[in-house]
């Protein structure tokens, strides 16, 4: 199962089942500022 998350879309992946396991594949390095962690910023960003 996949699923495509595209841009300015707050998403949170949480509620796992045990032994679960998350592969996330990127097009580009990981760069934490470029990520938003607080949902009101992403509200007023995303106008």
């Known amino acids: ?28 390095y990981y760069r934490e500022d470029d990520y938003i962690r607080n949902y009101s910023d992403f509200i007023r960003l995303a106008g």
């Not at 045990?18 to 996330?24: F, N, T, Y």
């Open 1 to 28: 199962m996949g699923v495509l998350l595209g841009k300015m879309l707050w998403h949170a992946m949480e509620n796992f089942s045990s032994g679960c396991i998350l592969l996330v594949a990127a097009s580009d």
